[in-house]
Nanobody
Framework: QVQLVESGGGLVQPGGSLRVSCEAS????????VDWYRQAPGKQRELVAG???????NYADSVKGRFTISRDNAKKMVYLQMNSLKPEDTAVYFC????????????WGQGTQVTVSS
């Protein structure tokens, strides 16, 4: 069973920075797409950023220019660097590792809380 372990969440003031990480246990990590989603209270889960096996990235409009997703295949790690954080970034952040065809492989972490507040 593949496990994803997120870390790095916490409380930060508006304008601050935080980096969340996700470590995967699968040996096929390098071929998978990795996405970060977030879910705020009372809202639907939304895609924040993604990175494919070739390193191509995509971002939600709301985080472009502020967030950066990266991966280290040797360590089976993915990172989300979050800068210029806003209160509306407050949410539980989830790591999602999956094949391009989700029916083949689709794994989720348990989430890490990010709170942006003064």
């Amino acid at each position: 069973q593949v496990q994803l372990v997120e870390s790095g969440g916490g409380l930060v003031q508006p304008g601050g920075s935080l980096r969340v990480s996700c470590e995967a246990s699968t040996s096929f990590f390098s071929i998978y797409v990795v996405d970060w989603y977030r879910q705020a209270p009372g809202k639907q889960r939304e895609l924040v950023a993604g990175i494919n096996s070739g390193g191509t990235t995509n971002y939600a409009d709301s985080v472009k220019g502020r967030f950066t997703i990266s991966r280290d295949n040797a360590k089976k790690m993915v990172y989300l660097q979050m800068n210029s954080l806003k209160p509306e970034d407050t949410a539980v952040y989830f790591c999602n590792v999956h094949h391009t065809r989700r029916g083949i492989a689709d794994y989720w972490g348990q989430g890490t809380q990010v709170t942006v507040s003064s």
